[in-house]
């Protein structure tokens, strides 16, 4: 295959484009110098083709061509600002206009390739703006302390242990005792999960599971047992209501909430476009 | 808890929290550069220097995101 580099000897010093996302055309941007950017600070433009617009970034070839995207990405510090300034950019549209997010690192060659995905992908992206029109995504994490579930559960297996017994008959009702009791954890974590998804999903639009994540990634000591993102109405406290009567009812039982966003709806668009 | 405990974490927390919607899902492709499985393999390399969290990095490659990439990548 011949690269654009051998064809054409200035590709190498002429801007790439990089997709934050697409939103409608008519969209006023503010004060655009103030913008965080993946370039230079300040270097976010709107490239219009027919009612939509994309959100881009004039970027060096020495940065984000496919060899300098490849060693860029092994430095972190590199890596944290392009990731931080990708979110901004969608952040600060995100009050006032719907919002397309793409994914990290989507590079056009030039303004003309970029007018002509947008082209090519009108309807597609135009209905998805409507679908996400006045909405944001919130994401939703339930987490639960095991001792003081188990200590919740314990009543209804407490019957079956034997106190008072000793040798191998008790060590063995104890393991068995200790087994329904796990088992009876997990229903009622599941039982819960059920019952805060639902509760919360009536205040949304949309909703979708994420993985659940290990104790490293959340930072926390205790289970994460629920991991969500909701897609909701911008102006509506429907969910922050509904998480109010959760924290109250079942922070006794030592389930924890925590709420993130509002984000760009990055789990509402389609990944592929067709 | 004080605060001067929580800030580092809430850092890597909301750090995590973009990666996983900045990098896993949004429209994905389409675009003349976009990060190949390689690419998207040293996203995580950077990372895991990022996060210093090995528990991190391979729930993320576990993950379908780089599945879905090398489907449409290709597609040109």
């Known amino acids: ?274 | 808890m004080t605060d001067r405990q929580d800030l580092p974490l809430q850092h890597e927390v909301t750090l995590l929290e973009l990666v996983d919607r900045v990098l896993n899902k949004g429209v994905v492709l389409s675009g003349d550069i976009t990060l190949s499985v390689a690419g998207v393999d040293l996203v995580y390399v950077g990372l895991r220097l990022l996060l210093a969290s090995a528990g991190t990095v391979d729930r993320l490659n576990g993950s379908n995101g780089a599945r879905e990439l090398e489907a449409s990548g290709s597609r040109s």
Request: one cysteine or more; hydrophobic letters at 40%.
């Open chain 1, 1 to 274: 295959m011949i690269s654009a580099l051998e064809i054409d000897p200035e590709a190498k010093t002429r801007p790439l484009w990089y997709v934050y996302g697409v939103v409608p055309g008519d969209l006023i941007p503010g004060d655009e110098s103030e913008w965080p950017s993946v370039g230079r600070a300040g270097d976010v433009e709107l490239v219009r083709e027919g009612a939509l617009a994309a959100l881009a970034s004039p970027v060096a070839p020495s940065e984000f061509d496919q060899p300098s995207l490849e060693s860029r990405l092994r430095e972190a510090s590199w890596l944290e600002e392009k990731i931080r300034a990708h979110e901004q950019v969608l952040e600060l549209v995100l009050g006032h206009s719907p919002v397309v997010p793409f994914r990290f690192c989507t590079v056009y060659r030039s303004r003309e390739a970029l007018r002509a995905f947008l082209s090519e992908h009108r309807s597609e992206l135009e209905a998805t703006l409507e679908r996400i029109s006045g909405k944001v995504e919130r994401g939703v994490k339930a987490f639960a302390d095991r001792n003081r579930l188990a200590q919740a559960t314990m009543a209804t297996t407490e019957d079956s242990v034997v106190e008072g017994r000793s040798g191998g008959r008790a060590y063995l009702e104890g393991r068995l005792a200790e087994q329904r009791n796990k088992e009876e954890i997990e229903r009622m974590a599941m039982e819960l999960v059920e019952k805060v998804h639902a509760r919360l999903d009536q205040e949304a639009e949309e909703s979708t599971f994420l993985p659940p994540q290990t104790r490293d990634v959340s930072g926390r000591p205790d289970d994460m047992l629920m991991n969500a993102a909701y897609l909701v109405e911008a102006e509506s406290p429907g969910l922050e209501h509904a998480l109010a009567d959760l924290r109250r009812d079942l922070g006794p039982l030592g389930i924890a909430f925590e709420l993130t966003g509002p984000w760009p709806p990055y789990n509402f668009v389609p990944g592929e476009l067709a």
